[in-house]
């Protein structure tokens, strides 16, 4: 027997060693439209869907849909859901569902608000303790999840009927605790000064042409496959474009009566919500834990023989939800400067599923990104808004999102199948 | 490929009189297994002989009841399947354990990413990661960042076995890598096991196919109903004798001649391993015509 006579495997398609042939624009291109017709689509649909709503809004309301007001008031009403929808890309990723973070919000709002008011802490303390809560709600459903090994669908459908019941045991039915602490209300109701909005984005569009530049370079000098640099530069212009343009808009007057109060400036919840989005981005994509997570919801059983605790992994990620769900709950709280017995109730959690779906985080657990509930929960929130400018009922409302819902599922159910038959995961 | 088996330094893997019940079932009772670098050992035998149990035991699934096991000539006690890992031993189980919506270098280096703090080190991965499948000749793969879900079974194969090695891992085991291939593919997963061989590994290979076991490996190991009924260099066997062996335990009858049923108790094994050696080695030349097609 010699080894000579294996015949060497044929050697025409290879881009792994060494000598890569670098993609030019066109061919990037190409391979994106090949991507999205083999199924994976990512946030595409809900992309356009952005686009067409805003475009009806527009030409329907065109004195009041795009004023600054409104636009600045985009941001503030989207904000608890897309809070709520990043944390929930988290247990979506693993192929879980936490229907209780609607209501964990209302609990750690109700927690900062009884704090800052029956107790009289300072806003720090309240806010610390909403955290908490946050947190060990979370490693409680964890627990009932990985380790006791309840379906998510019904630990959290028992936590979410629980929740319910301690927001009205918090605030009492019929109650209602109102916040006055400044710090708390300035979160959802005050603006960034227009220069430091301006640094602000500078710095952001700076950073981020920066790293994707030098993430080429390095991909360029280890001879690896890196995407053009037209395609790189493209993605940078579009981005600075939109944040200047979006600060340029916010840093106008848009007070109805300027004389009197001036209303100017970036909201401050939308650097605030950035932030959270590039760490929790952060985490998913440039961290072990952040693969281990995408790992269990591909496959559990090759994640566990791996040596990943796959427990620990969801743990984390319950926690994770949780504890966003908490922020989402203060952020509530300051918007209505006052928590009532339904606080986190409604439709907050269906829309905060929907905006993950609607992004393209998939419901079936491996695939999802932060950005997915940042471009969802724009989409919901440009419908509540354009829907309740033209002066529909709150009954069509629901009926046109839960619709919108029901077709970003049937896009994720389909293009999970048509990924199975073109082979892409 | 150039043999010295006795004078060569000792086999990476031994296991000598291992045992293995779970409750009343006795699943191993007496199996011996040399696997060296350099070499494939096939591990044949019926279904239910124990030939999965064996590998879960080596891979510290969970460990034999009695017996040795001899790692580069230690005694070790391999307990979990974290001490396996650390002695250098990588298994590649049937139902392949890859994640579909990872790509091939996130797979290869799941559970053991190269980090730079607390970041990924995506480079320096897919870096090595190529090296490696270069190194395997592996030439079928359009880029190492597609996702494994649209590889070929024979392609997922390569990935998970080039995971196994991405670790300098001294022995790697395999059960029954090519069980779901087609005819090209499981030609080219044979190619990449014999590969690993003449890269210097201990490979163990499990299968029931005798034409892949003739075909890359250097010594087979037969277990029968729990025993180790042989172990015998291909060069000096037949897939008859094979056969015979895996059937009946015992070989070494005349062509066509009726094997009698074995009593299946351990003093009659050595002998059993013994004679087949013994008599067979005029079967050389018909064995190893069929290979490397
Ligand atoms: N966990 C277990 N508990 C009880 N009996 C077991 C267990 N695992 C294996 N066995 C028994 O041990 C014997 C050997 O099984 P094993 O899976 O090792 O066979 P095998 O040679 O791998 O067969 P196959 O070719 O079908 O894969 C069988 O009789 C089986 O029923
Ligand atoms: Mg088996």
């Known amino acids: 027997m010699s080894t000579s006579t294996v015949p060497e495997a044929p050697t025409a398609p290879s881009l792994l060693a060494g000598s890569v042939e670098q993609p030019t624009f066109g061919e990037a291109i190409g391979n994106y439209v090949r991507k999205v017709r083999g199924g994976d689509m990512g946030s595409l649909p809900a992309i356009l869907a952005l686009a067409v709503l805003i475009l009806a809004f527009v030409v329907m309301k065109p004195e009041t849909f795009p004023s600054t007001l409104n636009i600045a008031n985009l941001f ?35 927690i900062l608000a009884t704090g800052l008011t029956a107790y009289g802490w300072p806003w720090y303390l309240a806010l610390a303790a909403a955290l908490a809560t946050g947190i060990v709600i979370g490693l409680l459903i964890g627990t009932l999840v990985a380790r006791v090994g309840i379906p998510s669908f019904v630990t959290t459908l028992a936590a979410f009927l629980a929740f319910q019941g301690v927001v009205l045991l918090i605030i009492g039915a019929g109650g209602n605790i109102s916040i006055t602490d400044p710090v708390i209300v300035a979160l959802q109701n005050k603006n960034v000064p227009p220069l430091l909005g301006w640094a ?226 | 490929m150039t043999q010295a088996p006795d004078l060569a330094p000792p086999p990476t893997l031994e296991v000598r009189g291992g045992r293995k019940n779970f409750g009343a079932v006795h699943a191993l009772r007496g199996v011996d297994l040399v696997a060296r670098a350099g070499e494939v050992t096939a591990l044949v035998g019926d279904n239910g002989a124990g030939k999965s149990t064996m590998i879960k035991c080596v891979a510290g699934i969970y460990p034999f009841d009695a017996g040795d096991v001899l790692f580069e000539g230690q005694t070790t006690h391999i307990s979990s399947p974290a001490d396996a890992n650390e002695l250098g031993i990588e298994v590649v189980y049937q139902d392949l354990a890859l994640c579909d919506n990872l790509d091939i270098v996130h797979n290869m280096f799941l559970g053991r ?89 201990a490979v163990v290979l499990v299968s029931h196919n005798m034409n892949d076991v003739f075909e890359v490996a250097d010594s087979i190991n037969v277990l029968y109903l729990g025993q180790t009924a042989a172990q015998i260099r291909t060069k000096d066997t037949s897939r008859m004798e094979v056969i015979e062996l895996i059937t009946s335990g015992s070989a070494g009858m005349p062509a066509g001649a009726v094997a009698p049923r074995p009593s299946p108790d351990a003093p009659e094994r050595a002998t059993r391993v013994a004679s087949a050696t013994a008599t067979t080695s005029d079967a050389t030349t018909t064995t190893n015509g069929s290979t490397s097609a």
Not at chain 1, 208 to 222: E, H, I, K, V
Not at chain 1, 312 to 321: E, L, Q, S
Not at chain 1, 382 to 388: E, Q, Y
């Open chain 1, 76 to 110: 503030q009403q989207g904000a608890v859901v897309v809070t709520i929808a990043m944390g929930l890309v988290f247990v979506l990723l693993l192929g879980e569902i936490d229907l209780s973070a609607g209501f964990a919000s209302g609990v750690c709002g109700a």
């Open chain 1, 200 to 425: 602000m984005a500078i710095v952001a569009v700076l950073a981020y042409a920066g790293s994707s530049l030098r993430t080429w370079q390095l991909r360029r000098r280890r001879g690896l496959v890196a995407a053009p640099l037209g395609m790189v530069v493209v993605k940078i212009v579009a981005l600075s474009l939109v944040v200047i343009g979006m600060v340029a808009i916010l840093n106008q007057e848009r007070s109805l009566n300027p004389l009197r109060t001036s209303i100017i400036g970036v909201p401050i919840v939308v650097p605030l919500i950035v932030t959270l989005a590039l760490i929790l981005g952060f985490v998913l994509t440039r961290t072990a834990f952040g693969r281990h997570i995408y790992a269990v919801g591909g496959n559990a059983e090759a994640t566990r023989r791996a040596g990943i605790n796959v427990k620990a992994v969801k743990m984390a990620c319950f926690t994770i939800c949780s504890f966003m769900a908490a922020i989402a709950g203060i952020l509530a709280a300051s918007r209505a400067t006052s928590v009532d017995p339904n606080a986190g109730g409604s439709n907050v959690l269906l829309y905060a599923v929907g905006a993950a779906v609607i992004g393209g985080t998939s419901l079936f657990g491996g695939k999802g990104r932060i950005v997915d509930a940042l471009i969802g929960g724009a989409v919901i929130a440009v419908i509540d808004n354009g829907m309740a400018l033209l002066g529909y009922s709150a009954g069509i409302k629901y009926v046109v999102t839960g619709a919108v819902l029901a077709a970003a599922a049937a896009v994720d159910a389909i293009s999970r199948r048509r990924a199975r038959a073109t082979g892409r995961g």
């Open chain 2, 113 to 201: 990413e190269l980090k730079k703090g607390f970041r990924l080190d995506e480079s320096a991965m897919e870096t090595r990661a190529a090296e490696v499948l270069a190194s395997l000749s592996v030439r079928t793969v359009r880029s190492i960042r597609q996702h494994v879900a649209s590889l070929s079974g024979g392609q997922r194969q390569t990935v998970a076995i080039a995971r196994a090695v991405l670790w300098n891992s001294k022995l790697v085991i395999l059960d029954e890598p090519t069980a779901a291939l087609g005819v090209a593919q499981t030609e080219q997963v044979l190619q990449l096991v014999r590969r690993l061989a003449d890269a210097g590994l």
